[in-house]
């Protein structure tokens, strides 16, 4: 079965560069999430998106914006990177309900120098 | 607001004896309860969910746990661990009207030992 996709798996970005994620939801998903976490560190939700706009937002900073496109892919866009935006970034899909589960992409690894 | 709390953050157990992993939320609306396993290197996999109907929950890889109101607890169990079993678990907790967003627990590693 197809699962969420997240590219890149890997990211090495220097202080104050700009980095770019990108998720790609399981086929009918309508729903994404992202979620960061830290080393050792449960997953913390960023924010999340329905039929491409904002449905909730959790503790993502200002430096950090996403949307949610026409074919339900998303994106995460960073900027001014800081030493303690190194963390694992999670992608999940679900279809739309607070029941539904949520399918967990295998994340993006980023690392700032 | 809502949030769970896993007791011990590192669990060991001999192969073939008995796991259990436990988790207390706190919640003022019903919550849903959801448990995801972490293997290195890897993405958060569901285990299994409760939501509504029945408090004793089935899930894969022969975990099984049990909605309990009374105590506010969604402890994990398997009655023979295996080696594969070793990895990181989360529990989570979301709720009617909360936008579906996941509150983790810190999480439990589990190590199997033989």
């Given at each position: 079965a197809a699962g969420v996709i997240q590219s890149p798996r890997h990211l090495i970005k220097e202080k104050r560069e700009t980095a770019t994620l990108k998720c790609y939801p399981i086929p009918r998903h309508d729903t994404v999430y992202w979620y960061q976490q830290g080393p050792g560190q449960d997953p913390q939700f960023l924010i999340s998106f329905y039929e491409k706009m904002q449905s909730d937002k959790g503790s993502i900073p200002d430096r950090f914006s996403a949307q949610q496109f026409?074919?339900?892919?998303?994106?995460?866009?960073?900027?001014?990177?800081?030493?303690?935006?190194?963390?694992?970034?999670?992608c999940a899909s679900s279809t739309a309900g607070t029941m539904e589960t949520q399918y967990f992409g295998p994340g993006t690894r980023l690392l700032v120098l | 607001a809502q949030s769970v709390t896993q007791l011990g953050s590192h669990v060991s157990v001999s192969e073939g004896a008995l796991v259990l992993l436990r988790c207390n939320y706190s919640s003022s609306v019903p919550p849903y309860l959801f448990w995801y396993v972490?293997?290195?290197?890897?993405?958060?996999?569901?285990?299994?969910?409760?939501?509504?109907?029945?408090?004793?929950?089935?899930?894969?890889?022969?975990?099984?746990?049990?909605?309990?109101?009374?105590?506010?607890?969604?402890?994990?169990?398997?009655?023979?661990?295996?080696?594969?079993?070793?990895?990181?678990?989360?529990?989570?907790?979301?709720?009617?009207?909360?936008?579906?967003?996941?509150?983790?627990?810190?999480?439990?590693?589990?190590?199997?030992?033989?």
């Open positions: 026409s074919d339900y892919h998303s994106e995460l866009n960073m900027s001014s990177l800081e030493l303690g935006d190194s963390a694992l970034y999670f | 972490q293997y290195p290197n890897q993405g958060l996999q569901l285990l299994l969910k409760y939501t509504t109907g029945a408090t004793l929950v089935k899930g894969i890889n022969g975990f099984e746990a049990e909605f309990k109101k009374s105590e506010t607890s969604f402890h994990l169990t398997k009655p023979s661990a295996h080696m594969s079993d070793a990895a990181e678990y989360f529990c989570a907790v979301t709720f009617t009207g909360g936008g579906n967003k996941l509150t983790f627990g810190t999480g439990t590693q589990l190590k199997v030992e033989l």
